[in-house]
Structures are given as C-alpha cells and as structure tokens.
Nanobody, 123 residues
Framework: VQLQACGGGLVQAGESLRLSCAASGRMFSNNAMGWFRQAPGKEREFVASITWNGGRTYVAPSLEGRFTISRDNAKNTMYLQMNSLKLEDTAVYFC?????????????????WGQGTLVTVSS
C-alpha cells in the first residue's frame, strides 16, 4: 500500500481544512486507516482512526467535535475534516494504513505511512 496525503496549507484560526489520503494497492479496503500529526519539536501524536469499512471511528479526545475522519473505499481515499482550526493544530499531518482491519491509536499499529502534508494555522 502506498499513501499520498494532500490538502494541507496555510489557514487562519477558526477556518476549516480537509485533508485527503489517496491509497494505491488493492489492500486499501481491507485496512484500517489513521491520521497522525507532528508539530515542530514535538513527538508524533495520534489524531484519528477508522476501521476498514468506516463503521467505527475514533478521534483523539482533545480533537473531538472539531475533527472528523471518513473514507471512501470506492475511491481508495481517506479524509480528515478539520474545523475551527487553532494555532496549536499547526503540524505535519501523516496518513497511515494498518495491517489489520481495526487499527489503533499508536504509531506501531500502522504499517504503511504517507509522506505528510503541512498544515499551518495563523492568527
């Protein structure tokens, strides 16, 4: 599975942004997927995950209510809708695919990683 994240950019605080993660390879629809982010000088942190069929999603508690994860297996694409963005959301966002169908909230739950897309939130 190869992953390509896109949709990052420069936005002002309070605005919205939607990230996409396009996957190649026929395993996409069988794999759980997730989003992580890494801010400058900080460790990579979990953002959200989604099971293989989109039936179950999990968003980090600190981001619940603002971030939504979804996927379209027909398009081999996963999304992260980010609303009411804050300065502290500035980070490189990575998409990842798990080997299994359920995923998890730690980086070691994921086998394949995209290259990351930069989100910068300004005041």
């Amino acid at each position: 599975v190869q992953l390509q994240a896109c949709g990052g950019g420069l936005v002002q605080a309070g605005e919205s942004l939607r990230l996409s993660c396009a996957a190649s390879g026929r395993m996409f629809s069988n794999n759980a997927m997730g989003w992580f982010r890494q801010a400058p000088g900080k460790e990579r942190e979990f953002v959200a995950s989604i099971t293989w069929n989109g039936g179950r999603t999990y968003v980090a508690p600190s981001l619940e209510g603002r971030f939504t994860i979804s996927r379209d297996n027909a398009k081999n694409t996963m999304y992260l809708q980010m609303n009411s963005l804050k300065l502290e959301d500035t980070a490189v966002y990575f998409c990842a695919a798990a080997l299994g169908s359920l995923g998890g909230s730690t980086a070691r739950d994921y086998r394949y990683w995209g290259q990351g897309t930069l989100v910068t939130v300004s005041s």
